[in-house]
């Protein structure tokens, strides 16, 4: 029996490569967009309508997949937002939308699926989190901040559901040739900001790693190693050696001498 699998976020990018992958492997693929209507001409995997800000789409979208396989297996959470900016200078109703997609979007798919999962007293929940959550970077505080939120979620929510013989896990990507900048919200570079020259240059510094990220195949080959595992870990990281090392270095070296670090990855000190 082919397992059937939900993934957020699914219209392009990472949400996609993984979706096109995983109908190769045998999996039965529902992706999800906003906007589906949109997406005219893609036959790789069915795509149903789901906006992670709204309930009614979430659950409709779940119980179109309960009913035509009577069963959903794994769940990758992966739609979500970049966010980036001075935090003096990030407006509030960005930094709630931020946190409503990224945090609250993946919690309210979470919780739609399991009743199923329950119900079958088994499944399997992917967060895709991020490196950033492990640590706080300038101008990309909010970003680091809803992304840590995640990874915290993603353990106290393993630990209700383990007794149903539901698995949560997340993945942190660290940069990754992707389309995320595109659609990224960047705090306008004000004329009078205090932040105005560095942020302007960090700015620059961060689409530059994006652009010459890693293939998301790297993303895609962790994804399905949490899917493959009988028993997968709680955390785990894809991206380069530095930037998965970078979350071992904070936890061994004094706070400041990390913050340097970063102060000096940015051009900041």
Do not use: C, W
Not at 42 to 70: G, P, Y
Not at 86 to 112: C, M, Q, S, W
Not at 178 to 206: C, M, W
Not at 222 to 234: D, G
């Amino acid at each position: 029996m082919k397992q059937v699998v939900l993934i957020t976020g699914a219209s392009s990018g990472l949400g996609k490569a993984i979706g096109i992958f995983l109908t190769q492997k045998n999996f039965k693929v529902y992706g999800t967009s906003r906007n589906p209507a949109k997406l005219k001409d893609f036959d790789a995997f069915e795509m149903l309508k789901l906006d992670v800000n709204d309930e009614e789409t979430i659950q409709d979208a779940v119980k179109t997949v309960i009913a035509k396989e009577k069963r959903l297996d794994i769940l990758i959470n992966n739609a979500g937002i970049g966010i980036t900016g001075p935090i003096e200078d990030t407006p509030e109703t960005e930094i709630k939308k931020a946190f409503d997609t990224n945090f609250y979007g993946p919690l309210r798919v979470a919780k739609a699926v399991l009743p199923q999962m329950r119900k079958q007293k088994k499944g399997l929940i992917i967060n895709v989190t991020s490196i950033a959550g492990y640590m706080g970077l300038p101008y990309r505080g909010f970003y680091s901040s809803v992304k840590a939120a995640l990874i915290i979620l993603t353990e106290a929510l393993s630990s209700e559901v383990k007794q149903f013989g539901i698995t949560v896990s997340d993945v942190a990507p660290g940069d990754f040739k992707s389309n995320i900048a595109a659609g990224r919200y960047h705090t306008p570079v004000f004329e009078n900001s205090a932040y105005k020259a560095v942020y302007t240059d960090v700015l620059k510094q961060i689409d530059e790693e994006v652009d010459t990220g890693m293939d998301v195949q790297v993303m895609v080959d962790a994804v399905y190693k949490v899917i493959r595992k009988e028993k997968p870990q709680l955390h785990y990281k894809a991206g380069a050696f530095m930037q998965k090392f970078s979350i071992v270095l904070k936890f061994l070296l004094p706070s400041r001498t990390y913050e340097k670090l970063i102060l000096n990855h940015y051009k900041l000190s």
